[in-house]
Structures are given as structure tokens and as C-alpha cells.
């Protein structure tokens, strides 16, 4: 399995949110299987998003495509987002 975590901290997490589940199809398209989104305890707007991905060569397309910056811009995200690519294997 591949899975794709992102943290970044966003201006308001209700507008963030919104973006993000209007978007469910355009991630789906793109070869995300699940998602969950986690919020720091302290700071609901720094966001870790977790998510179950089809393959490595469709993550690091999305993870690099302008549609994704774009909107994570509309989103309100307000600094660098800090993306890692994870697998399950031990090899």
C-alpha cells in the first residue's frame, strides 16, 4: 500500500474543509482509494491529512501537479504544506 500524509496549517479549517470535499471526485479521479483528516489538539487550523493511495506513480503525479497547489491556495492554506509519501513495506 501507498499512502500519502500532508500537514499544513490553513486560515480557517471550515473554509479549508469545504474545498476539500468539493474536490472528493477530482482526488478519487486522481488515484486516492481513502482519506482522514486530523487536527492538532492545540491549533484545529494545522491539519494532517491521511490517505490510502492507488500507486506510487499516481501520488507523485498529483502531489505534483499545478491543480493541487491551486487548490490548496483556494483553500486557505497558509504555509508550506510538509508532504510525505509512506509505504507499509519493511524491505
Given amino acids: 500500500m501507498i499512502y500519502l500524509l500532508i500537514r499544513h ?3 480557517d479549517f471550515q473554509k479549508w474543509k469545504l474545498v476539500f470535499d468539493e474536490n472528493l471526485e477530482w482526488r ?11 487536527r492538532d489538539i492545540n491549533d484545529p487550523n494545522d491539519i494532517f491529512v491521511f490517505c490510502e493511495w492507488e500507486n506510487l506513480d499516481s501520488v507523485k503525479q498529483f502531489i505534483n501537479s499545478q491543480d493541487l497547489k491551486d487548490k490548496m491556495r483556494d483553500a486557505g492554506v497558509i504555509e508550506e504544506p510538509n508532504i510525505r509519501i509512506l509505504t507499509e513495506k519493511l524491505e
Fill in 28 to 38: 478519487i479521479s486522481h488515484g486516492e482509494k481513502s482519506y482522514q483528516i486530523l
Fill in 9 to 11: 496549517k490553513v486560515a
